[in-house]
């Protein structure tokens, strides 16, 4: 049983919020790079998709979820617990394997994600990594191993993937796979390509402007 939770942090944690280019909403913004990230969950085969609310209370970012998928109400908590935390509630939903995904990442490749879940075939956890520091996603087997619940690993703090190697036991334990891009900057929506399909509902806002 494999799960994958997209996380959505709001518009008032520090750091999570994406930054929206001129003229183009905030909010519309960031919604538009959570459903696009979703969507890349949700097409996923032998996955079920999630979303992890943190805070809880967010009825517009809920709005992007497929019919009958789990939304996760996570309570408050230091951005470093969030990515473990995350994880033991997709346990407890029936999860053997899972991942957590950042809600910046619209045009996240869904092979990505297959080789964090190959990776995990010999490790108890495997990271993608962020270009400019911070990971896209980090997958488990679960329960999370004692010392993954130990890392306190921020998804967004530049460290986060020193800190998985400070932490783990051994080698084999953490599996590395390919790096990604997250959109947290308008100087980031360049790395988006009009060429490659998906991210529709980022395209579908951005379109007339010159990013």
Not at 8 to 16: F, V
Not at 59 to 80: K, L, N, Q, Y
């Amino acid at each position: 049983m494999r799960y994958v939770a997209v996380l959505a942090m709001g518009t008032n944690a520090k750091g999570a919020s994406p930054t929206a280019p001129p003229g183009v909403d905030a909010d519309q913004f960031r919604l538009a790079l959570l459903e696009d990230t979703y969507e890349v969950i949700a097409t996923l085969e032998l996955v079920t998709a999630a979303l992890a609310l943190c805070p809880p209370d967010q009825p517009d970012a809920e709005e992007v979820t497929w019919p009958d998928s789990p939304v996760i109400r996570m309570p408050v908590m230091s951005s470093a617990s969030i990515a473990a935390a995350t994880l033991t509630r997709l346990h407890e939903l029936g999860a053997e394997q899972a991942a957590v995904v950042v809600g910046d990442a619209p045009d996240l490749p869904q092979l990505l994600l297959g080789k964090l879940f190959r990776g995990l075939a010999r490790a108890d956890a495997a990271a993608c990594a962020a270009e400019g520091g911070g990971l896209v996603a980090l997958a488990a087997r679960l329960p999370v191993a004692a010392w993954l619940a130990a890392a306190d690993v921020d998804l967004d703090a530049d460290d986060a993937l020193d800190r998985l190697h400070a932490a783990t036991p051994s080698k084999r334990a953490l599996s590395i796979g390919p790096g990604w891009h997250r959109i947290r900057r308008p100087e980031d929506i360049g790395r988006l390509d009009p060429g490659l399909e998906g991210w529709d509902v980022t395209r579908a806002l951005l379109s007339g402007h010159p990013w």
